[in-house]
């Protein structure tokens, strides 16, 4: 420690250049990179080892030792202090390989770069050759047996789920219990018709009775401009319009003959008994109660009022009130038609 008021030494020449090696030399030594083709150096511009090669005899070291020697002096002993390693390095350079940074310790590293690089001197590096590939015809097979597998269990996947799709489906609509059932019953032609003579066309069902004033009218004309929509599309099926009375007592063959002309051509009218009538009624749930009678002996029929979906199964698949429109109830029914797939078949 220089005491107060003591004069600082002066250093010498020498000691002041022997600093400055010191300085240079410990800057140098992080950067003794490898010059080979590869990456590019952020520091110098050149390319640089990617495994930070530390050799002594390093192109890129010599390099810049050769440059920075002649900064300091080029000639003497500054050169020698540039080059901490001068004796004895020449032995892994000569070879022109790379031992990496930390030479034998990692011997993994060492052995591909020695095998994937070359030294600068030697050109364009080449890639470790690849080891034996298969025949094209071998990969090939193999790729169509893998993919052939995978499809194979897709579709037995898919088959069991629409399985069991369909299962469930007609277990939901065996417990909704609507339409179960067959009926015994005469059409507008005096013809006695039953369930079963519906199975395997599509059906709209309406029931209703003749002397209704307006709501049953409505409803038979709304029916019969859907399936003359339905119609208009000549890859569709036909469906079958079909109008059951709740009043069997007014009802008769020849009153359901004369109410059906007015409507489309396909109307099918269905009459029968009381009990008939009932018995039906019920299978699809429908409401049905006459009202006080006048003077005239004239009643009016409560009912329910609804047009229902049948498919080609016999079995019920959905309903339209009165707000739907004959444009919407058109397009419901082909939605069905289009995604149908028989749930006994």
Known sequence: MRRLGEVEPKVSAGRRTRKFARMLRSFVSPSLWHVVPGQTSHLWGRRRCPFLCKQARCRFQAAWHSRLASLVGGTGWQASLLNPLGKGASGSAAQGTCLGARGASHPSRTQRHAAGWRSFSQGTPQSPSPGPRLPFKTRLLITALFGGGILAGWLYLRKEKLRQEKLRRVEELRKLALGQGDFRLLDHTGRPRSKADLRGSWVLLYFGFTHCPDICPEELEKMSRVVELLDGKSHLPRVQPVFITVDPERDDVPAMAKYVRDFHPRLLGLTGTPEQVREVGRAFRVYASAGPRDEDGDYIVDH??????????????????RNKTEAQIAK????H????????G
């Open 304 to 321: 329910t009022v609804i047009i229902y979906l049948l498919s080609p199964d016999g079995l019920f698949l959905d309903y339209y009130n």
């Open 337 to 344: 038609i289009d995604t149908y797939q028989s749930l006994f």
């Open 332 to 335: 419901s029914v082909q939605g």
